[in-house]
């Protein structure tokens, strides 16, 4: 009887320092902000970032350590669950020279991001410097022809992934230095649907795209606001 309790005594106590040390699974929805070679899933996707030498004048990250995402989740002890992040994608599905990037916009892509603890969505910004048009606030019944819009396909997007996701914790990033209007819908649909929106702030960039200092920048601001 003894053995037997001294048995079942040291399996829980396995299982509980096995649930101490799980860390929490984090997926990223994002744009090239997010995109690192040899790190995306599916990797049919467009790239920013790539290992090694890289022209100046696009970048100087070469090493997917120098990421955002990736400081990010040293800092707070998390694992990389997805990383869906497509360059030059939008929320929206209308995207540079007015064509249609349904295929690679985060409302497509939602299903996609295997089973996390915590999201981090970071978009915004290729419909801010795409001049996708910026719609009506809807939170229900949309149709096809609304999500070509912004405030409709953000909407449908955070619906989408609240009934997907719903014991995730799910964080929505927002770029510094675009359209008033894009960051001013994006924090008030997010308050809609009670997700925190982490505003960025004097962000390096170099070709509009976050440098080493700018990637660090983005996960000591991040890190600051989750908690």
């Not at 770029?175 to 008033?180: F, I, R, S």
Request: charged share 25%; with cysteine; aromatic share 12%.
């Amino acid at each position: 009887m003894k053995r037997l309790y001294s048995v079942c005594l040291l399996l829980a106590i396995s299982c509980t320092v096995a649930l101490a040390q799980a860390k929490p699974s984090v997926s990223i929805l994002g744009d090239s902000y997010s995109t690192f070679e040899g790190y995306l899933t599916p990797d049919t996707m467009d790239i920013w970032y790539f290992e090694g030498a890289q022209d100046a004048r696009r970048t100087d990250v070469k090493s997917v350590s120098e990421t955002w995402w990736m400081q990010l989740i040293k800092k707070k002890n998390w694992k990389l669950e997805v990383n869906n992040s497509w360059s030059g994608s939008t929320i929206c599905y209308t995207g540079y020279r007015d064509e249609d990037y349904s295929r690679r916009s985060f409302i497509t892509r939602v299903p996609a991001l295997g089973s996390p603890d915590i999201i981090l969505i970071f978009g915004g910004t290729n419909d801010s410097w795409a001049n996708a048009p910026i719609g009506e606030f809807k939170y229900s019944d949309w149709r096809r022809a609304d999500l070509y819009t912004f405030r409709p396909a953000m909407a449908c997007m955070l619906a989408k992934i609240k009934e997907r996701y719903p014991t995730a914790d799910v964080y929505v990033i927002s770029n510094d230095g675009l359209k008033p209007e894009i960051t001013g819908s994006m924090e008030q649909i997010c308050k809609h649907y009670d997700v925190p929106m982490i505003q960025l702030h004097d962000i390096s960039k170099t070709a509009g795209h976050p440098n080493v200092q700018g990637m660090m920048q983005i996960a000591e601001q991040l890190d600051r606001e989750i908690k």
